[in-house]
Structure formats: structure tokens, C-alpha cells
């Protein structure tokens, strides 16, 4: 991580040539000091070297900043009520957690003893069952909160303004994993939380840095970041997000979600975040749907069901917390009971004999323990299985 974070000093303070965009980025300090030339053994430094070396220190503060967010204070009020209910009340901690970005990232710390080694993989359930009940009373106890309602402040609008669009891609994009079948889905919950982590790297070290949003798509968004700060909000949360030592599934994740080559989460939170962005009315090309949901293998009728659902989406479900015992032919029939069909549709749709369906079902029933497909349905949609 080390040369990692020699390279993000160097590139994230890139001295621009280009002319100046409308609103410039503001430079905290263009010139060394007298004193960093008398530490350095009276060589002159250029303003180049300068700026670079002032960029790591400001690199540095700026991940410390962020590292140290304040929580929603109704999310962390919540999380302190969960962990009265004891181990029984691990899915509403988890909940509460992952309603909030830097709760999440709180969590996900202390449950990797917070000294920047890679975890061993997993997301907050893994977390809350490694920490149990007191240990995170300890950590919602220790952190600073916000109330958007009782003190509202420029800064509280822009961090409930980032949180809510976390909570929405992660919405979005457990949908999705749902559609395209993606494995490791509480992994895909923190990075599609955190996918924009890096704008708040950037807000520290330059201000609000922002684009019009209203008018720019995401991609052209960040096109701007590359092109005046030279680099971009993905790589930056990526790098954030190693040294806090999360498993690098989701730091992967986060660095391509702008990448149109990007395939599992990376994809999932690629189309997630153009989805929401569309379901808040604002720019989100009608063609980058269609690719991005193709990436996954979700065709344009399926597209359309997800760009219905946002924002007038019924309360998320909650992702399984067991294995699923099912295949996924067995998966398939039980979701065309789900949604109505008798057995000689879900046949025709997934091109198997009748006699094939009847069988795969009543694997289902006696796999999950259920006696008719109603029971069936209800047992695999509490669980996250449909």
C-alpha cells in the first residue's frame, strides 16, 4: 500500500496546464516555505516538488477525514437498540448498519481489528456475528453523529445527500445481483455503499468539487474529475478503501463501477447507480442501460421491470443470511411459481418437460421443508432465496 499511496500524492496533485474550467480548484498552497527548504538541507525545491509533497501530507488528512465521518444519528440510534435485542436482533443490527455509509465503514473497521490488513472476505452480517452485540454497542457509543432536522448545515446536506444515493445504488444493486445471479452479495452491499466514497476524498482536498449534476451523466462526471484533477473519485475510494483493509472483492469493485468493460459487482454497481440516477430524473443514457444491463445478462424486458421498481420499489428484502440449499433450475421453477405461472409456462420459458418442472419442485418442497407452493414461495422470499 505504501507505493500506492506514493503514487496517488503524485497523481492526485498533478499540476494542471490545461486552461481553467469554470470553477477552478482551489490550491491551498502553491509554493514551499522557507522552512520546508530549510528541512530539506537548503536545496531549492521546485514548485512541482512542492506541491507533491504537500499533496501526500493533504492525501493523507484528507483519508483521515474520511476515515472519521460522522454517522446518521437515527442509523446509530438504531444500531444501539438492535444490540439491546441481543443475537437475536443480528438482522435488524445489520440493517441499521448498512443504512448508513460511514456506520458501515465503522463496523467493517473494528471487525478487522482496524490495523489495515485485508479481512478474510464477507460483509456486515460477517461483521456484526464477529463483533456480537457488545462490541458493536462500543463502536456506535464511540462515533460522532449528524441530525439533517435538528442542525441543518451545508455539510450535513451533503453528506445525507451521499448517504441516501449509497442507499439507493445498494438497493439497486441487490436487485440486480438477484436478476444476474451474483454470489457474495453482503460483499456487493458495502461496495455499492461506499462506490462514491473517493468524492468525499476529493470534496476535502479541493472543496466541492463538483459538475453540474443535473446535466452531466455519471460517466461524463467523472470524465471531468480525470481530466482537471487527474485522477478520478473510483481509484481514489479504492485505495481508501485497502488501507482500511476491506476485502479487496469490494475494493475492486468500487475502482471499475465507471468502467464499461466492468463485469460482476463492478457491473452490478455500474448499472445500480445509472438506475437510480434515472429514477431521480436525472441524466442516465437510455444505450448505457441497455449495456450495462446486458453485461449482467439482464435482457431489456427484465431493464425495464428495475427502471419501474426505482423509486417506487416496495421495501427492499432482506438478503439471505443461510446458503441457499436450491439449484438453480430448482431457483428458476420456484420463481415462476412466485409469480403465478402453472407449471406448462415455466416449462415453455425454460424449455424443460412438465414432468421435469414436478420434479424440480418437489425437490424445492422437500429441500426447505415445505408442503405446497405457497408455503414454498413464502419461506424462499423470507430468506432472499427469490
Given at each position: 500500500m505504501k507505493g500506492v499511496g506514493t503514487v496517488m500524492s503524485q497523481v492526485a496533485t498533478k499540476p494542471r496546464t490545461r486552461k481553467p474550467a469554470r470553477r477552478a480548484v482551489k490550491s491551498r498552497r502553491a509554493t514551499p516555505s522557507k522552512a520546508d527548504r530549510k528541512r530539506a538541507g537548503g536545496k531549492s525545491q521546485t514548485p512541482a516538488e512542492g506541491r507533491i509533497g504537500q499533496g501526500g501530507r493533504r492525501l493523507a488528512d484528507a483519508f483521515e477525514a474520511v476515515s472519521r465521518m460522522p454517522v446518521l444519528a437515527e442509523s446509530r440510534r438504531r444500531l444501539l437498540v438492535a444490540c439491546e435485542g441481543g443475537a437475536s436482533a443480528a438482522g435488524d443490527a445489520a440493517d441499521a448498519i448498512e443504512s448508513d455509509a460511514a456506520l458501515t465503514i465503522a463496523v467493517m473497521r473494528a471487525a478487522g481489528n482496524g490495523d489495515g490488513s485485508e479481512g478474510s472476505g464477507g460483509g456486515v452480517r460477517q461483521a456484526v456475528e464477529t463483533l456480537n452485540p457488545?462490541?458493536?454497542?462500543?463502536?456506535?457509543?464511540?462515533?460522532?453523529?449528524y441530525d439533517p432536522l435538528e442542525a441543518p448545515n451545508p455539510w450535513a446536506e451533503r453528506q445525507e445527500r451521499f448517504r441516501r444515493h449509497g442507499v439507493a445504488t445498494r438497493h439497486a444493486a441487490d436487485r440486480i445481483a438477484e436478476l444476474a445471479r451474483l454470489s457474495s452479495r453482503d460483499e456487493l452491499a458495502v461496495a455499492a455503499l461506499l462506490h462514491d466514497i473517493g468524492r468525499r476524498v476529493l470534496a476535502e482536498l479541493y472543496g466541492e468539487f463538483e459538475v453540474d449534476d443535473r446535466d452531466a451523466t455519471p460517466e461524463e462526471?467523472?470524465?471531468?474529475?480525470?481530466?482537471?484533477?487527474?485522477?478520478?473519485?473510483?481509484?481514489?475510494?479504492?485505495?481508501?478503501?485497502?488501507?482500511?483493509?476491506?476485502?479487496s472483492s469490494i475494493a475492486l469493485a468500487i475502482e471499475r463501477h465507471h468502467s464499461r468493460q466492468a463485469q460482476g459487482h463492478a457491473a452490478a454497481i455500474r448499472l445500480a447507480d445509472l438506475i437510480v440516477h434515472y429514477a431521480s430524473g436525472e441524466p442516465a443514457p437510455p444505450e448505457a442501460l441497455v449495456t450495462g444491463g446486458a453485461a449482467l445478462g439482464i435482457d431489456c424486458d427484465r431493464l425495464?421491470?428495475?427502471?419501474?421498481?426505482?423509486?417506487h420499489s416496495n421495501a427492499p428484502r432482506r438478503r439471505a443470511s443461510d446458503p441457499c440449499p436450491l439449484s438453480v433450475r430448482e431457483i428458476d421453477a420456484l420463481r415462476g411459481l412466485a409469480e403465478g405461472k402453472v407449471y406448462k409456462q415455466i416449462a415453455h420459458e425454460l424449455d424443460l418437460s412438465v414432468s421435469t418442472i414436478r420434479t424440480h419442485l418437489h425437490n424445492v418442497y422437500r429441500k426447505i421443508g415445505a408442503v405446497d407452493r405457497a408455503q414454498a414461495v413464502l419461506i424462499a422470499r423470507d430468506r432472499g432465496w427469490i
Open positions: 457488545a462490541g458493536l454497542r462500543a463502536v456506535g457509543s464511540s462515533l460522532e453523529s462526471r467523472i470524465r471531468r474529475e480525470r481530466r482537471e484533477l487527474g485522477i478520478d473519485h473510483a481509484l481514489v475510494g479504492a485505495v481508501l478503501v485497502r488501507r482500511w483493509g476491506m476485502p425495464a421491470q428495475l427502471t419501474y421498481e426505482f423509486p
